[in-house]
């Protein structure tokens, strides 16, 4: 019986999901995790397709990438279009990344080690093999040590909050405006990967 490995689908569907909002998510990303951070073998293919994507194109919407998994011969691979509209629209906002790295790495750790605890009972069995044991343990540890995303502190919210706000002052600021002067000056532009709710109190 195949032994079930330490995972997290949510999460993974999380961090598609946010990646596929924002090109800085993306970006981030591609950056740290791997293929194998992915347990489920359409995420991994969903990601790979990621990585292949022209970075001078930006973030691709539902039908771009939907369009890019068929020319891979991947689309009905990772679930069709029904599957790419529930990954798409899991993650409400990008946000989130750096929590979703952080913490699908630390999943990934965990099922390496599950992976090498089963290599090892095996290898303990009288006769056989432990050739290259060693080596594998060795290689695993290496990869554990791999830089984890941090999660944004406090302090660097507020940072980001006081140079955004200087440069809305000096009339810099980056974002797509409404148009409407009353609207903008009190939420600002928007940005892509942010949700935002504008409500106002009842008459």
């Not at 292949?52 to 039908?63: E, F, M, N, R």
């Not at 691979?77 to 929590?99: I, K, Q």
């Not at 941090?150 to 810099?172: C, S």
């Amino acid at each position: 019986m195949t032994a079930v490995l330490p995972h997290d689908l949510s999460l993974e569907v999380g961090a598609l999901s946010a990646m596929l909002l924002n090109t800085q998510a993306r970006e981030h990303g591609l950056e740290v995790l791997q293929t194998g951070d992915f347990y489920a073998i359409r995420h991994q293919a969903m990601f790979e397709a990621m990585k292949s994507y022209p970075k001078d194109a930006g973030w691709p919407d539902l039908l771009l990438f939907e369009n890019a998994l068929k020319k891979a011969g991947k689309l009905d691979y990772v679930g069709g279009r029904p599957y790419l509209t529930e990954v798409f629209g899991a993650a409400p906002t990008s946000f989130n990344m750096p929590f979703y790295i952080a913490e699908l790495i630390d999943v990934t750790r965990r099922r390496d080690i599950a992976s090498l605890r089963i290599a090892v009972e095996e290898a303990l069995k009288p006769g056989v093999n432990t050739t290259g044991l060693l080596d594998r343990l060795a290689l695993a540890i290496e990869e554990a040590r791999r830089p984890v995303a941090t999660i944004a502190t406090v302090a660097d919210a507020v940072q980001e909050a006081h140079d955004y706000l200087e440069k809305r002052i000096e009339g810099n600021a980056e974002g797509i405006w409404t148009g409407v002067s009353a609207l903008d000056n009190v939420i600002g532009p928007l940005f892509p990967g942010r949700l935002m709710i504008i409500g106002a109190r009842p008459r």
